[in-house]
Structures are given as structure tokens and as C-alpha cells.
């Protein structure tokens, strides 16, 4: 099969009709995943710290060390959370946080090691701008301060801080993130020592077609080298209408995002109408097709609602992500609701397709929902 | 199934048949399925999305029917009944301030059945040209008052189109008038009434209706009602409240029934697909409702209907009623997301600016309020359409 070129696929971003780049994507899917299974995870999120010191532009999470509602998430807290999520049948923590200027890498060597000693469960954790801090801090190389993670209990790496991996874009938005090079060479190394990741793509914000290509074509290329992607997930950011954004309580607002999109990278320029559902569904249709060798795409429901993630499902996705356990109150107009395990089951089956619940590594761990 | 025989129907505009309606309903191929509607889309108005800014007054949310889908009813007496006196519609009406918009001095007012000229330039003084009043059955208010309350919106905001009471009420008012349909209609309209939202059609099959609004007037009823009104000069909306016990051929009866109707009058302007919101409604709170799993997957009984669902329902009436000039996303029910995707899917219309509403969020609406008009254009912008601002006869608006 021939593989879309980077032009084609400008071509297709820019003037594709929708449907007919939604079939293609469709298209894409059934011939990976061809008995029509839609997954998710049961996970929580944890945020460990919001005391981060690359203040990105727009990032409502972020507080200084001295501000009253910094905090460090204690053990006792983080082990209540562990327990409640593995009484909810979860089988993974994500944990991601600021940068925090006085944590360095034995603080999450014992945390991690603790954890383990603990619990039965997965660790998906730092993403590449929290790995590269540690790294910087304690004078390592990306790859030792890896295997130190990965020796400690860190069983996977989420795809956050990406936003869009063109360094012409991340100067505006978060001109004191980590580059291109680096997030990708945090992935590369993982992949390595083999740790599976994820990766993400935040659009939406200044970025024209041609950084969304960019940013998927170095993915490609990279999973090409290596495979260690288990799965992409393209959001974007909805100011006014997801409901989540919508939270006023500026503690709150962060935890509300999608969690493997890295809750707190949220650039939004003042003067940019959102994306819409129809970007939404292009940009996704578009890295199913382009993305040939990454296996898996997930729908946010998150940030799209219910209804759009059913309809993403016909538009190349064939993933719901996580259940959201601490995060899923769903803010709308005044009205807010729980969106409960079971309220994702039955949204799979409504859109025509077999829930499954999984693992990081996309095994199967209980079908007959 | 594949659809060709369809699509060739369809590229050859000819009329579907139920059959043809039921198995698009039955087909997963929403890529065609949305690609048709889109095309009979362009043809009845090209690549126009139509908007209008206008204004939901609930009069009352007190009604003797309590339909168990209705989120938004109440007894009287109880928590968070309300009624609105007609000198606070008018308060309300009157309090919205225009948008930066130049003020242009009062026009004289229109005498009715007049038509602005089209397309319509005149500016507005106030940032909506319709309002759309529909609320319960109250038990004590007289049909005087409701004539009362035309003649004084009427008065107060000549300009002001006004879209009131549902075949519901006019019915009910009918029965407590003790005047026949045709009569209550025409009072209606010399007190000021100019057109007529579609709402209460519900789902016509008469079992289903039994076990969703056992109080409400049959199908058979609304549909003369609606009859009367159109032969009456006042022109309606026609809708479809879908996604909770119905199926699929239920669906497709319902509109056949409205396709017939229109052939004989062509008075209704636009279809709009309603999909069911479960919260706080009765239907969803009895559990042996929800535990109805029998249905096919694409039917959602008494949870949200999927987005799949509504998009495939929005193409199949435009490709369906092909006599209908206009097919609506309801974005305030649809959510705006999937409202702007039925764009693509057929529809060419998405309601308005509406500034206030209260029986959508009542059932838990998973939009805003209010749409800015900014906000909206862009919606059909990057829907590939054209936004146009129109009045309530689909005339387009300038300033
Ligand atoms: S986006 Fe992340 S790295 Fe940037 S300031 Fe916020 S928490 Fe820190
Ligand atoms: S749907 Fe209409 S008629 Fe039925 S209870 Fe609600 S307000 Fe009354």
C-alpha cells in the first residue's frame, strides 16, 4: 500500500471534503481493527504539583512556588487515589505535573519505588518536558535518567507536552518548553529501553496545515524507527463550548483536560475562534490516514463531548482514552453531570460498536461489557 | 445493503419511498447517506446556512399535561412553577440591548400580513427580529389572555415578528375557547400571531405517544391543527422528538405523514429533528424504560441518542421530505457541535442567536444558551457554507 506524501496530505487537510476524508479514515480503521472493538482504559489522573517554573503563555495550572494554592500532592492523598482506582477496577495511574524547582530525581525515584511496593499497577507518567527537567536538574543524559525512571517502577511515558511539535509554533505558545528535537528524543529513548508512549497533538491554537503536518510527520517518521507508539491523540482546545474549559475555579480548570494531552498545556490566543467540531474531525481523519504505522487513534471525549467522540469513531478513531475517574464531571451550561464507566460503554455501543476495556499496551483485559 | 438504487433515485429526483427511508436508516454508510442530503442541501439553497437572531420567551412552565419526556413542566404549587405576566414578557423583550448596532429611527409599524420587502434592509432596534413563544398548558388562563398578550407584544414591538403556541396549545386553547381550530387560529392571527413553531408533533404513532404523552392531543389531532393553520395563512415548522421509545419505522411513518400534509398545503417552512434529552424527564427515571435493551444499537432508549444517530436522522429527512424547503440542526438541543456537522449532513438552517430558553436546559442540554453571531458564522464557515442571516421567512437579511 502507498503511504500519503506530506504534500498529500496538506492537500487533503486544506480542501479534502470532509466525508470523503472521513471514509477514507474509516476506511483506514476497519482494515486495522477490523472486528469493530472500541476501547478504553480505567485510569486516574494525578497531578503531583502545580508549581511549574516554564510559565507558558495562557497556562491557567501553573502557580509559583510561594502562591497560596500551590501544593505537592502528599503520599497519603496519592495512595487514597491509588486505592479508590483500583477499587474502581483501574489498572493505571497517570501522573503528570509541573515543573517544580525543588523536586529532583530521587524524589520521584522514591515515589515510584514506593508506589510499586504498594500497589499492583501501572505507572504511565512525566511526559517528555518533566522527563528533560529531571534530566537537566540532576546532569544526566535523556537515556540514564530514563532507565533510572523505568528501573524505579515508571512503566510508560504519555504523549503530553507535544502541543504542535514545530518549534516555529512553540515559540509563541511556550517559548520555555522543551523543542522539537527534545520531546522527540525523549520518546526516541524510551522507545529504546523499551517503554511504549503515547502521542499527542494539541491544534488549534496559531498553528497553520502545514505545522499539523509537521507534527505528524515527525511522528510517523519516528515510529518508524522505533514502534513505540501505542497510540496518538490529537485535541484541541476548546475555549468557549467544551464545558470543561468553562470551569471557574482556576484549581480545577487544569484537571479537566484530557489527561494524556497533558492537562496543563493549554496555550489559547485571545483572538483565535475555537476550533470546530469539522477541524476536529478533519485533523483526525487526516492522522488516521497519515499515521499508517501508529496503531491506534483516540476520540477525546473530553474536550469533544460524547456525541462528537461517537461521531470521531466513524472518522478514523477506534479509542475512547481514559474514563476519567477524578476528572469526569462534565460542566454545561449550569448543568453538570458525571459521565460514569458505564455511560462510556453504552456511548460505544450506541454508535454501533463492542466496548472493551485495555491495558496502556492495548491488551484486552475484559470485553463482555 | 448498498444504497445505489437510492442514490440513483435521488440524482434523478425522484420521491423515496418509506422503504427507501428505512433502509438508509438500517445502513452504516453514513459518508453516503450524509453526501445525498448534502447534494438535495445544495440544490434547494445552494450553499446557504441560514440564522436568525431571535428571542424564546416560556410564558409558563405550569401545564396540566406533564408529558413524561418534559423536563421543563410543573404543577401548579410546585418548586420552580412560575408565570410570566404580560407586562414581564414585554419588560423582557424590551430589556435586551441591541448589539453595537446604529439605531435607526422607529419604522412605522407594519399592518399585518404585511411583508418586509425583500430582502429585508431596514436595522433592527432591537438584537432580535423574531420572537418565539411557546410554554405549558396553564389551568387557569383564559384563551383572552393570550389574545391579550399577542395584541400587546404586537403594540409594543411592531416590528417584531411573532412565532407562537405550538398545534399543543392552540389546541388547548380551542378547547377552553369552545371555538373550533380554524376560529381559535384566525383570532390568533388578527391578534397578532404571524407564524408557528413546530413543536408537540412528538413521534404520531399512537402507541408510542400513548406511553410518552398519554395527555397530549393524537397526531391525528396535531396534523389537523397544523392543516387549519396553513389554510389559515400561517405558515409552521414541523418537528420529530426522536431517540427515546420509537423505532426506526416509527420514524420514517412520522414523516411521511408530514411529506403527505405538506403536498397538500406546503405550509410548513422547516423540519427540524429533535433529539430526546433524558435528564430529569420522567422516561428516564423509570427504570423499566431503561432497561429496554432490546432495540437496535442505533437507538439509544432513554439515554442520549448517539451523535451517529443524529446526523443520520438530519440526512435522511432532507433526502426524505422532499418537499420541504428547510431542514434545521437545533444546535441548542444538538449541541453545537453536531449541529454544525449536520451542515454536512443535509441540514441548512440553525435556528438563531436564541437568547433565552428554558425547556431544552431544563432536560440537560449539552449547549450554551446563546450563540454570539460571531460565533455562528464561524460555525458555517468552517462548515464550508455561507452564513446568511434571514428573517422568519428564510428572506435573506442585510444592514
Ligand atoms: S503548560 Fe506545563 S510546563 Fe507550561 S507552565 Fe503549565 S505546567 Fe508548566
Ligand atoms: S411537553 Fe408541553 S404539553 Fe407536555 S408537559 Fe411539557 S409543556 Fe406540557
Given at each position: 500500500?502507498n503511504?500519503?506524501?506530506?504534500?498529500?496530505?496538506?492537500?487533503?487537510?486544506?480542501?479534502?471534503?470532509?466525508?470523503?476524508?472521513?471514509?477514507?479514515?474509516?476506511?483506514?480503521?476497519?482494515?486495522?481493527?477490523?472486528?469493530?472493538?472500541?476501547?478504553?482504559?480505567?485510569?486516574?489522573?494525578?497531578?503531583?504539583?502545580?508549581?511549574?517554573?516554564?510559565?507558558?503563555?495562557?497556562?491557567?495550572?501553573?502557580?509559583?512556588?510561594?502562591?497560596?494554592?500551590?501544593?505537592?500532592?502528599?503520599?497519603?492523598?496519592?495512595?487514597?487515589?491509588?486505592?479508590e482506582?483500583i477499587?474502581?477496577g483501574?489498572?493505571?495511574?497517570?501522573?503528570?505535573?509541573?515543573?517544580?524547582?525543588?523536586?529532583?530525581?530521587?524524589?520521584?525515584?522514591?515515589?515510584?519505588?514506593?508506589?510499586?511496593?504498594?500497589?499492583?499497577?501501572?505507572?504511565?507518567?512525566?511526559?517528555?518536558?518533566?522527563?528533560?527537567?529531571?534530566?537537566?536538574?540532576?546532569?544526566?543524559?535523556?537515556?540514564?535518567?530514563?532507565?533510572?525512571?523505568?528501573?524505579?517502577?515508571?512503566?510508560?511515558?504519555?504523549?503530553?507536552?507535544?502541543?504542535?511539535?514545530?518549534?516555529?509554533?512553540?515559540?509563541?505558545?511556550?517559548?520555555?518548553?522543551?523543542?522539537?528535537?527534545?520531546?522527540?528524543?525523549?520518546?526516541?529513548?524510551?522507545?529504546?529501553?523499551?517503554?511504549?508512549?503515547?502521542?499527542?497533538?494539541?491544534?488549534?491554537?496559531?498553528?497553520?496545515?502545514?505545522?499539523?503536518?509537521?507534527?505528524?510527520?515527525?511522528?510517523?517518521?519516528?515510529?518508524?524507527?522505533?514502534?513505540?507508539?501505542?497510540?496518538?491523540?490529537?485535541?484541541?482546545?476548546?475555549?468557549?463550548?467544551?464545558?470543561?474549559?468553562?470551569?471557574?475555579?482556576?484549581?480545577?480548570?487544569?484537571?479537566?483536560?484530557?489527561?494524556?494531552?497533558?492537562?496543563?498545556?493549554?496555550?489559547?490566543?485571545?483572538?483565535?475562534?475555537?476550533?470546530?467540531?469539522?477541524?476536529?474531525?478533519?485533523?483526525?481523519?487526516?492522522?488516521?490516514?497519515?499515521?499508517?504505522?501508529?496503531?491506534?487513534?483516540?476520540?477525546?471525549?473530553?474536550?469533544?463531548?460524547?456525541?462528537?467522540?461517537?461521531?470521531?469513531?466513524?472518522?478514523?478513531?477506534?479509542?475512547?482514552?481514559?474514563?476519567?475517574?477524578?476528572?469526569?464531571?462534565?460542566a454545561?451550561?449550569?448543568?453538570?453531570?458525571?459521565?460514569?464507566?458505564?455511560?462510556?460503554?453504552?456511548?460505544?455501543?450506541?454508535?454501533?460498536?463492542?466496548?472493551?476495556?485495555?491495558?496502556?499496551c492495548?491488551?484486552?483485559?475484559?470485553?463482555?461489557? | 445493503?448498498?444504497?445505489?438504487?437510492?442514490?440513483?433515485?435521488?440524482?434523478?429526483?425522484?420521491?423515496?419511498?418509506?422503504?427507501?427511508?428505512?433502509?438508509?436508516?438500517?445502513?452504516?454508510?453514513?459518508?453516503?447517506?450524509?453526501?445525498?442530503?448534502?447534494?438535495?442541501?445544495?440544490?434547494k439553497?445552494?450553499?446557504?446556512?441560514?440564522?436568525?437572531?431571535?428571542?424564546?420567551?416560556?410564558?409558563t412552565?405550569?401545564?396540566v399535561?406533564?408529558?413524561?419526556?418534559?423536563?421543563?413542566?410543573?404543577s401548579?404549587?410546585?418548586?420552580?412553577?412560575?408565570?410570566?405576566?404580560?407586562?414581564?414578557?414585554?419588560?423582557?423583550?424590551?430589556?435586551?440591548?441591541?448589539?453595537?448596532?446604529?439605531?435607526?429611527?422607529?419604522?412605522?409599524?407594519?399592518?399585518?400580513?404585511?411583508?418586509?420587502?425583500?430582502?429585508?434592509?431596514?436595522?433592527?432596534?432591537?438584537?432580535?427580529r423574531?420572537?418565539?413563544?411557546?410554554?405549558?398548558?396553564?389551568?387557569?388562563?383564559?384563551?383572552?389572555f393570550?389574545?391579550?398578550?399577542?395584541?400587546?407584544?404586537?403594540?409594543?414591538?411592531?416590528h417584531?415578528?411573532?412565532?407562537?403556541?405550538?398545534?399543543?396549545?392552540?389546541?388547548?386553547?380551542?378547547?377552553?375557547?369552545?371555538?373550533?381550530?380554524?376560529?381559535?387560529?384566525?383570532?390568533?392571527?388578527?391578534?397578532?400571531?404571524?407564524?408557528?413553531?413546530?413543536?408537540?408533533?412528538?413521534?404520531?404513532?399512537?402507541?408510542?405517544?400513548?406511553?410518552?404523552?398519554?395527555?397530549?392531543v393524537?397526531?391525528?389531532?396535531?396534523?389537523?391543527?397544523?392543516?387549519?393553520?396553513h389554510?389559515?395563512?400561517?405558515?409552521?415548522?414541523?418537528?420529530?422528538?426522536?431517540?427515546?421509545?420509537?423505532?426506526?419505522?416509527?420514524?420514517?411513518?412520522?414523516?411521511?405523514k408530514?411529506?403527505?400534509?405538506?403536498?397538500?398545503?406546503?405550509?410548513?417552512?422547516?423540519?427540524?429533528?429533535?433529539?430526546?434529552?433524558?435528564?430529569?424527564?420522567?422516561?428516564?427515571?423509570?427504570?423499566?424504560?431503561?432497561?429496554?435493551?432490546?432495540?437496535?444499537?442505533?437507538?439509544?432508549?432513554?439515554?442520549?441518542?448517539?451523535?451517529?444517530?443524529?446526523?443520520?436522522?438530519?440526512?435522511?429527512?432532507?433526502?426524505?421530505?422532499?418537499?420541504?424547503?428547510?431542514?434545521?440542526?437545533?444546535?441548542?438541543?444538538?449541541?453545537?457541535?453536531?449541529?454544525?456537522?449536520?451542515?454536512?449532513?443535509?441540514?441548512?438552517?440553525?435556528?438563531?442567536?436564541?437568547?433565552?430558553?428554558?425547556?431544552?436546559?431544563?432536560?440537560?442540554?449539552?449547549?450554551?444558551n446563546?450563540?454570539?453571531?460571531?460565533q455562528?458564522?464561524?460555525?458555517?464557515?468552517?462548515?464550508?457554507?455561507?452564513?446568511?442571516?434571514?428573517?422568519?421567512?428564510?428572506?435573506?437579511?442585510?444592514?
Open positions: 500500500m503511504r500519503i506524501t506530506k504534500k498529500q496530505a496538506l492537500t487533503l487537510l486544506k480542501s479534502a471534503d470532509l466525508l470523503g476524508l472521513g471514509q477514507m479514515a474509516d476506511n483506514s480503521r476497519k482494515k486495522l481493527h477490523p472486528d469493530g472493538t472500541v476501547t478504553f482504559i480505567i485510569d486516574r489522573n494525578i497531578n503531583y504539583t502545580n508549581v511549574c517554573i516554564n510559565k507558558c503563555k495562557f497556562c491557567a495550572f501553573y502557580r509559583d512556588k510561594d502562591d497560596p494554592d500551590a501544593y505537592v500532592l502528599g503520599k497519603r492523598k496519592l495512595f487514597n487515589k491509588i486505592k482506582t477499587a474502581l483501574g489498572t493505571q495511574i497517570l501522573i503528570q505535573g509541573g515543573l517544580h524547582p525543588e523536586l529532583d530525581i530521587n524524589y520521584y525515584v522514591e515515589l515510584l519505588k514506593t508506589i510499586k511496593d504498594k500497589f499492583p499497577i501501572h505507572i504511565h507518567g512525566f511526559s517528555p518536558p518533566e522527563v528533560c527537567y529531571m534530566a537537566d536538574k540532576a546532569k544526566l543524559s535523556i537515556k540514564k535518567t530514563l532507565q533510572i525512571l523505568n528501573e524505579a517502577g515508571l512503566d510508560s511515558i504519555p504523549g503530553g507536552g507535544a502541543e504542535i511539535l514545530s518549534d516555529r509554533i512553540r515559540e509563541k505558545i511556550s517559548p520555555n518548553k522543551i523543542g522539537k528535537d527534545r520531546w522527540l528524543e525523549v520518546m526516541e529513548q524510551a522507545h529504546r529501553i523499551g517503554m511504549k508512549t503515547t502521542a499527542t497533538m494539541m491544534f488549534g491554537s496559531v498553528e497553520g496545515p502545514e505545522d499539523i503536518i509537521e507534527h505528524l510527520d515527525a511522528i510517523r517518521r519516528l515510529q518508524d524507527r522505533t514502534n513505540g507508539f501505542t497510540a496518538f491523540i490529537p485535541w484541541s482546545f476548546q475555549p468557549g463550548n467544551t464545558e470543561l474549559s468553562q470551569k471557574s475555579e482556576k484549581n480545577s480548570k487544569s484537571k479537566t483536560q484530557d489527561s494524556e494531552a497533558n492537562s496543563s498545556l493549554v496555550p489559547r490566543h485571545p483572538s483565535l475562534l475555537p476550533a470546530t467540531a469539522v477541524d476536529y474531525l478533519r485533523v483526525l481523519a487526516l492522522s488516521r490516514v497519515y499515521l499508517d504505522n501508529v496503531p491506534n487513534l483516540q476520540a477525546s471525549w473530553v474536550t469533544q463531548g460524547l456525541k462528537m467522540a461517537q461521531v470521531a469513531l466513524r472518522f478514523g478513531a477506534n479509542d475512547f482514552g481514559s474514563t476519567m475517574i477524578e476528572e469526569n464531571v462534565v454545561s451550561a449550569g448543568v453538570k453531570y458525571r459521565v460514569s464507566i458505564q455511560d462510556i460503554i453504552n456511548a460505544i455501543k450506541a454508535a454501533g460498536f463492542q466496548p472493551a476495556q485495555r491495558d496502556m492495548y491488551n484486552i483485559i475484559k470485553s463482555d461489557l | 445493503m448498498s444504497l445505489k438504487k437510492i442514490e440513483n433515485k435521488v440524482l434523478s429526483e425522484k420521491r423515496l419511498t418509506t422503504e427507501d427511508a428505512l433502509a438508509l436508516f438500517e445502513s452504516e454508510d453514513i459518508f453516503t447517506i450524509g453526501r445525498l442530503a448534502n447534494i438535495i442541501a445544495e440544490r439553497n445552494g450553499k446557504n446556512a441560514y440564522f436568525i437572531q431571535n428571542h424564546h420567551i416560556n410564558p412552565n405550569i401545564c399535561n406533564r408529558c413524561k419526556f418534559c423536563a421543563f413542566s410543573r401548579r404549587g410546585d418548586k420552580g412553577a412560575y408565570e410570566l405576566s404580560i407586562r414581564e414578557i414585554i419588560k423582557k423583550l424590551r430589556s435586551q440591548k441591541t448589539e453595537n448596532r446604529k439605531q435607526t429611527p422607529p419604522q412605522p409599524p407594519l399592518s399585518r400580513g404585511e411583508v418586509y420587502p425583500s430582502p429585508v434592509t431596514r436595522h433592527l432596534s432591537l438584537p432580535f423574531e420572537v418565539h413563544i411557546v410554554g405549558g398548558l396553564h389551568p387557569d388562563r383564559r384563551f383572552d393570550y389574545i391579550e398578550m399577542l395584541k400587546r407584544i404586537r403594540k409594543a414591538l411592531p417584531i415578528h411573532i412565532k407562537a403556541f405550538t398545534a399543543v396549545e392552540v389546541d388547548y386553547f380551542s378547547k377552553i375557547s369552545g371555538l373550533p381550530p380554524s376560529e381559535t387560529l384566525r383570532e390568533l392571527k388578527n391578534a397578532g400571531l404571524d407564524s408557528m413553531p413546530g413543536g408537540g408533533a412528538e413521534i404520531f404513532d399512537s402507541r408510542v405517544r400513548n406511553r410518552i404523552c398519554p395527555e397530549k393524537s397526531g391525528k389531532k396535531w396534523l389537523e391543527v397544523m392543516e387549519a393553520a389554510k389559515a395563512g400561517i405558515k409552521t415548522n414541523a418537528t420529530m422528538l426522536y431517540g427515546h421509545l420509537e423505532s426506526l419505522k416509527h420514524r420514517v411513518e412520522h414523516m411521511l408530514l411529506r403527505e400534509l405538506q403536498d397538500r398545503t406546503g405550509g410548513f417552512q422547516a423540519f427540524i429533528p429533535l433529539a430526546f434529552h433524558p435528564m430529569n424527564t420522567k422516561l428516564s427515571q423509570k427504570s423499566e424504560v431503561r432497561s429496554q435493551k432490546s432495540k437496535p444499537s442505533t437507538l439509544n432508549p432513554c439515554g442520549y441518542t448517539s451523535g451517529i444517530d443524529d446526523l443520520k436522522t438530519i440526512a435522511i429527512s432532507r433526502l426524505f421530505l422532499d418537499n420541504f424547503q428547510h431542514i434545521k440542526a437545533y444546535w441548542i438541543m444538538l449541541g453545537e457541535k453536531i449541529a454544525q456537522l449536520a451542515l454536512k449532513f443535509g441540514a441548512d438552517d440553525m435556528d438563531g442567536t436564541i437568547i433565552e430558553e428554558k425547556i431544552t436546559h431544563s432536560a440537560g442540554a449539552l449547549s450554551g446563546a450563540l454570539t453571531k460571531a455562528l458564522t464561524n460555525l458555517i464557515e468552517k462548515a464550508g457554507k455561507v452564513p446568511v442571516e434571514r428573517d422568519s421567512f428564510y428572506r435573506p437579511v442585510r444592514y
